[in-house]
C-alpha cells in the first residue's frame, strides 16, 4: 500500500505532467492560431495595397482623359460648331481613337460612329452618358469593347460642354495609347509605397520584363532596384505565376522569401510583396506574449517578474515600431506636400513670380500654383488645407487638382472658384476645409481679378515703396458648404508695383516668448525689403523666432510687375 508521501509524489507528478502536456497543447494551438492570423493580416494588407495601386491607375487614365476632353470644349463651346470634319482634325491632332459629339437630344451629330444620328439613349451602356445632359460636367467608363469592334477594349470618357450650350463629346482611348500616356509615371511609383514595415511594391513592363521601380529599401535606407533588373534576374518567374490576381503564393526577390499578389495592370506587371520574415516575425511576437501568459497560469508566481520583463521588453519594440512608422510617414507627407509644387518660376518681359516654403517638422498642408489660362490671363493662387500630416498632404494634392481643372474649365474666376468648391464639398467626411486666395492676372492692362476665400489678406507694395493691404469681407473657405456663391473683386498693378501672397504660418510665427510675428512686422518688413523681399521677409521671420521650434509651414508668393526702364 501506498503511502501518503508517496501518493502525493504521485499526484504532485501527475499534475505536473497534466499540467506540462496542457501548456504544450495550449501553446501549439496557439502558434497555428496565431500563425495563420499573421498569415491572413498580410494577405489582407497586399489584398488592400494592390486595390489602392489598381484605383491610383484607373484615376491617372481618367484625369488625362479628362483634360484633353476639357480642352475641346473650352475651345469650341457648343456641339454644333464641331463639324465631322472638325472632328477629324481634332482626332488627329490629340491622337484620339474616337471622338463623338453629341447635341442636347442625346443624339450624335458628327463623330466616328459610322451612323451618324446614333442615338446615345439606344443601349444602356452608351446612355449612361446622357447624364451629361442634367448638369454633370464629366463621366467615364472602364475599358470595354467598342461598338465599332468589341474586340478592340477603349475607355470611353465624356465631357460636357460649358454652359449655355448643352451637349457633350465622348472620347474614346484604346489599350494602346492609354499605356504611351502613363508610362512615365511608373518610374517611382513603388518608390512612394510600403506594405507593412517591409513589404514594397515592384512595378515591371510586361512586355520587356523590365523593372521601372522598386520599393524594396536596403541596409542603407536606399531602393535597391538598379538600371537594367529584370522580372528574372530578380528571382521572379511570370511563367509559374497565378493567372488570378486575388491568389496569393510565394517567391524569392532580391533573395528575400516573400508571400507576393501580383496582376498585369496598363501593360505592367505589379508585384506586391511582403517577406516572410516579417510574417513570422510578428507570429513569434505574439506567440511570446501567449506563452508568457500561459507560464504565469501554470508556473509559479516565482516567474512573474521574468514575464513582466519580458512583457515590458515587447512592448518598448511595438513603440519604437511604431514611432519608426510614424517618422516615415511623416518623410512621406513631406515628400507629398513638396514634390506637387512648381519649381521653375515665370520670368517674362513684364512681370515675374516667386514663390518659397519653409515647411515645419509637422506637415501641413500649405500649396502655391500657377498656370496661364485659355483667356491668357495668368491664374495664381496660395492656400491652406486645414489639419496636418498625410490626411492634409492628400487633401493638398486634390484641392490642388481640382481648382486647375476648374481654372481651365471655367472663363470667370467666380464661377471656376465655386465650381472647385462644389467638387471638393462632395463626399468631404473628413471635414477638412481650404482656404486661399486666387487670383488671375491680365499683363495687359495689368488688372488683378481675385477671389478671398477665408484666407490672410495680401500687401501691395508700389513702385514708390508704399505698402496697402487688401482687405475686405473674405468668402467662405472652400469645400465647407457645396452652392457656396463667391464674388470676385479687382485691382490694378502698375510698372514696378508687386503683390504679396502668404499662409498663416507667416503672421502666426511664434518666438520664445510666445509671442507673433503678426500683420504689423509683416508690413514694416515688406517696406523694408527691396524687391526680393519673399526672402527678405522669410530672413525676418527666422530672426525674430530665434531658433524656436516651427509649428506651421511659411509659404509665400509674389508676383512682381517689372517697372518700365526709360531709354
Not at 502558434?31 to 489582407?44: G, L, N, Q, T, V
Not at 514611432?323 to 514634390?339: F, G, V
Not at 488683378?448 to 467662405?476: C, F, Q
Not at 525674430?544 to 526709360?566: C, H, N, R, W, Y
Amino acid at each position: 500500500m501506498l503511502s501518503c508521501d508517496g501518493y502525493f509524489k504521485r499526484l504532485a507528478g501527475a499534475v505536473t505532467i497534466t499540467c506540462l502536456v496542457s501548456f504544450a497543447i495550449a501553446a501549439t494551438v496557439s502558434w497555428f492560431a496565431i500563425s495563420r492570423a499573421s498569415m491572413r493580416e498580410a494577405e489582407e494588407r497586399l489584398r488592400a495595397a494592390s486595390d489602392d495601386i489598381r484605383k491610383e491607375i484607373a484615376a491617372c487614365v481618367d484625369e488625362q482623359l479628362y483634360y484633353i476632353g476639357n480642352a475641346i470644349c473650352r475651345h469650341y463651346k457648343r456641339p454644333e460648331a464641331m463639324t465631322q470634319s472638325i472632328v477629324d482634325e481634332v482626332m488627329d491632332r490629340y491622337n484620339i481613337d474616337e471622338l463623338n459629339v453629341v447635341d442636347s437630344k442625346g443624339i450624335v451629330i458628327a463623330g466616328a460612329i459610322a451612323d451618324i444620328g446614333y442615338d446615345m439613349g439606344s443601349n444602356p451602356k452608351s446612355a449612361e452618358f446622357n447624364r451629361l445632359l442634367e448638369g454633370v460636367t464629366t463621366y467615364c467608363q472602364a475599358f470595354r469593347g467598342s461598338i465599332e469592334d468589341p474586340r478592340i477594349r477603349r475607355k470611353y470618357a465624356g465631357i460636357a460642354f460649358p454652359p449655355p450650350a448643352k451637349g457633350y463629346i465622348q472620347i474614346g482611348f484604346e489599350e494602346d495609347r492609354v499605356k504611351d500616356g502613363i508610362d512615365y509615371w511608373f518610374g517611382t511609383l513603388a518608390e512612394g509605397w510600403h506594405i507593412g514595415e517591409t513589404g514594397f511594391f515592384v512595378v515591371a513592363n510586361e512586355g520587356t520584363g523590365l523593372v521601372d521601380s522598386c520599393g524594396m529599401e536596403d541596409a542603407a535606407g536606399g531602393f535597391v532596384h538598379r538600371k537594367g533588373d529584370t522580372l528574372a534576374s530578380i528571382g521572379f518567374d511570370a511563367a509559374a505565376a497565378p493567372g488570378d490576381p486575388d491568389t496569393f503564393f510565394t517567391a524569392t526577390l532580391y533573395g528575400v522569401e516573400c508571400l507576393c499578389l501580383t496582376e498585369v495592370c496598363s501593360f505592367h506587371r505589379f508585384i506586391a510583396a511582403i517577406p516572410l520574415s516579417e510574417i513570422r516575425g510578428g507570429s513569434v511576437r505574439t506567440i511570446v506574449v501567449v506563452v508568457l501568459v500561459l507560464l504565469v497560469v501554470f508556473a509559479a508566481a516565482a516567474c512573474l517578474v521574468t514575464r513582466l520583463s519580458a512583457l515590458v521588453a515587447t512592448l518598448r519594440r511595438y513603440i519604437a515600431a511604431e514611432a519608426e512608422r510614424q517618422e516615415k510617414d511623416l518623410s512621406m507627407s513631406k515628400l507629398i506636400q513638396t514634390s506637387s509644387l512648381p519649381v521653375v518660376f515665370p520670368d517674362t518681359p513684364v512681370f515675374k513670380i516667386f514663390a518659397l516654403m519653409a515647411t515645419a517638422r509637422e506637415v501641413g498642408g500649405d500649396f502655391y500654383d500657377f498656370y496661364t489660362v485659355p483667356s491668357g490671363r495668368t491664374f495664381f493662387l496660395i492656400a491652406d488645407v486645414s489639419g496636418k500630416g498625410i490626411p492634409a498632404a492628400l487633401f493638398m494634392m486634390q484641392a490642388k487638382a481640382i481648382v486647375k481643372a476648374c481654372a481651365f474649365q471655367y472663363e470667370g474666376l467666380a464661377e471656376a472658384v465655386a465650381e472647385a468648391n462644389n467638387r471638393l464639398a462632395e463626399n468631404n467626411d473628413a471635414q477638412m476645409f481650404v482656404t486661399a486666395w486666387l487670383g488671375a492676372y491680365d499683363e495687359r492692362t495689368g488688372e488683378v481679378e481675385y477671389v478671398n476665400a477665408g484666407h490672410n489678406p495680401p500687401l501691395i507694395k508700389r513702385a514708390d515703396g508704399s505698402v496697402e493691404w487688401v482687405k475686405g469681407k473674405p468668402s467662405l473657405v472652400l469645400a465647407a458648404m457645396a452652392g457656396t456663391r463667391y464674388r470676385a473683386e479687382k485691382l490694378v498693378l502698375g510698372p514696378g508695383d508687386s503683390i504679396l501672397l502668404y499662409t498663416d504660418g507667416v503672421t502666426e510665427a511664434m518666438n520664445r516668448a510666445g509671442e507673433l510675428y503678426g500683420e504689423e512686422r509683416l508690413e514694416k518688413a515688406l517696406a523694408a525689403a527691396g524687391r526680393e523681399f519673399a526672402t527678405a521677409i522669410r530672413e525676418d521671420v527666422a530672426a525674430f523666432v530665434d531658433g524656436a521650434e516651427q509649428s506651421d509651414d511659411i509659404t509665400m508668393m509674389a508676383l512682381d510687375v517689372k517697372p518700365v526702364i526709360k531709354e
